[in-house]
Structures are given as structure tokens and as C-alpha cells.
């Protein structure tokens, strides 16, 4: 336990170098996390994509990543940094990956719930240049592929001592700079990737209309993001918005819930298809 409880002290962010370049494990488990994403949405597509192909699966992933990379980063630039002002009179900083001194930090910074508007926007203009797929089961795919690649990606934030969690005395802790905190990144790809994925997995054979999926997605990542903030530290510039529990993680989360729960009630009440 004690090489656990002191795992940043034994462990190198840097997984190798190339031609001097650092590759670290974060930017791997975030390649592996696409990687996982797309083969999970392309195995699905055997069982439940119905006249889907491969080849739309594909081209659709190159649609959403764009969507995502630029939603998550603008996002977190304007909701999330101290001085977003700052990068409207410098709009190259936003994806410069060297800092001051010229050195190859990469692209530091991302916000999920960005990502989120990123993907919805790439996935409407994806409907748009192509709509005879079948949107509702291409999203179906989604919701059943995004949790295990989330999976990765929390781990990465573990990796790279980030979005840490709150101090704490529990045995299984993890030392930051002297403080005893929650590895909160491994119990949010828990929450917000297995249990996610669980959830969905075991409710496809239930599902009333084709799209329902994507909206239960919406619903519990929402849902057990609200609960793992309750052990992750909230972000220095921002702290806590009411009540010394309230994050923004939280408010920001609230209106996926509820956007969820009032879409699938809509096209119950209606019988409108996605």
C-alpha cells in the first residue's frame, strides 16, 4: 500500500521520448481511449447498427473528433482558465503546445462538458451531409462506446496529476505534494465509464426507440458526475459556487439530467423518432 499511497513519487509521466520529443502516458491513454471508443462502436455495429457500415462509423468518428477536440478545448478556455479575455486577444495561444520558454508541454486543459457540445454539434452536421443513416441507432452506437473509452481517459487524468481529489484519510490515498488525497480520476472512470457502460449495456434489450440510448447516457454520465465531485477538488480558480459543496463539475452537469429526462419524455409523448 505504502508504493501505492506514494505511486506520483515512484512513477514517470514521460512514457518514452521520440527525436526528443516526450510522449507521455496521458496523450496515451487518450489515443487508447479513441481506439477503445471505435472498436467498441464498430462491434456494436454488427448487433445493433442495422443498415449502418463500417465505413459510415468511420467517417462519422472523423466528424465528432473534431467537434470534441475543439469543443473540450474552448470550453475550458472560457469557462474554466482565469483569464479567458486573455485568449480572445490571443487566439493562437488556445492551441499552442509550447509555453513561454519554447519547451513541448502540449495542449493542457480540456472540459468534458465542452466535449459534450462539440460532439452534438459535430453529430447534427453529420445528420445534415448524411441523412439516410439512421441517426437514433448511430447514436445508440455512441452511447454504447463513449463509456469505455472514458474509461481510458480518466486514468490518463490519474497519470498525469490531474483533476485531483479532495484530501482525505482513507488507506488507499494518494500523496500530492505532502497531502493525502482521493485518486477521485479512478473513481470517476468507475462511476462515469464502467458503471456507465454496464448500465447501457444491460438496458440496449430494453430500449423503447432507437436513440433512447444516448439519452440514458446523457442521463447517468450526468448523474455520476454530480455524485464523484463530491470527492474531487474543485478547480483553484473557480472553488466552489454555493454552499462549500457546489462545483461547477455539478452545475455543469445538471442540465445534461435534465436535458435527458425531457428529450426521452418528449419523444415518448409525441412518438417522434431521432
Known amino acids: ?9 515512484n512513477f514517470d509521466p514521460v512514457a518514452f521520448k521520440v527525436l526528443g520529443f516526450s510522449v507521455h502516458w496521458y496523450g496515451m491513454m487518450y489515443v487508447l481511449a479513441l481506439l477503445s471508443a471505435l472498436y467498441v462502436g464498430k462491434q456494436s455495429l454488427e448487433k445493433y447498427g442495422g443498415s449502418i457500415t463500417s465505413d459510415q462509423i468511420g467517417d462519422y468518428f472523423i466528424y465528432i473528433e473534431i467537434g470534441i477536440i475543439l469543443g473540450a478545448r474552448l470550453f475550458y478556455v472560457f469557462f474554466y482558465t482565469e483569464d479567458p479575455l486573455y485568449y480572445l486577444g490571443h487566439p493562437w495561444q488556445i492551441f499552442n503546445p509550447f509555453d513561454q520558454n519554447g519547451d513541448f508541454v ?10 459534450v457540445i462539440g460532439w452534438f454539434l459535430g453529430s447534427m452536421y453529420y445528420n445534415k451531409k448524411h441523412p439516410t443513416v439512421p441517426f437514433g441507432k448511430l447514436m445508440d452506437i455512441v452511447a454504447i462506446a463513449v463509456p469505455a473509452g472514458f474509461v481510458f481517459g480518466r486514468i490518463g487524468n490519474f497519470l498525469n496529476k490531474e483533476l485531483l481529489g479532495k484530501a482525505t484519510e482513507v488507506p488507499w490515498g494518494i500523496y500530492v505534494d505532502g497531502v493525502l488525497r482521493h485518486p477521485s480520476q479512478l473513481y470517476e472512470a468507475f462511476l462515469e465509464g464502467i458503471l456507465v457502460f454496464i448500465v447501457i449495456y444491460i438496458y440496449r434489450n430494453f430500449k423503447r426507440f432507437d436513440g433512447e440510448l444516448i439519452l440514458l447516457y446523457g442521463f447517468m454520465y450526468g448523474s455520476m458526475r454530480f455524485v464523484a465531485e463530491f470527492w474531487r477538488q474543485p478547480d483553484v480558480q473557480i472553488g466552489y459556487l454555493c454552499c462549500d459543496w457546489f462545483t461547477q463539475g455539478q452545475l455543469l452537469s445538471l442540465p445534461m439530467i435534465i436535458a435527458a429526462i425531457g428529450i426521452r419524455w418528449w419523444l415518448i409523448k409525441t412518438k417522434k423518432v431521432l
Not at 500500500?1 to 513519487?9: A, H, L, R, S, V
Not at 502540449?106 to 466535449?115: L, T
Open 1 to 9: 500500500m505504502e508504493f501505492w499511497n506514494n505511486i506520483y513519487t
Open 106 to 115: 502540449g495542449i493542457r486543459g480540456m472540459s468534458y462538458h465542452g466535449a
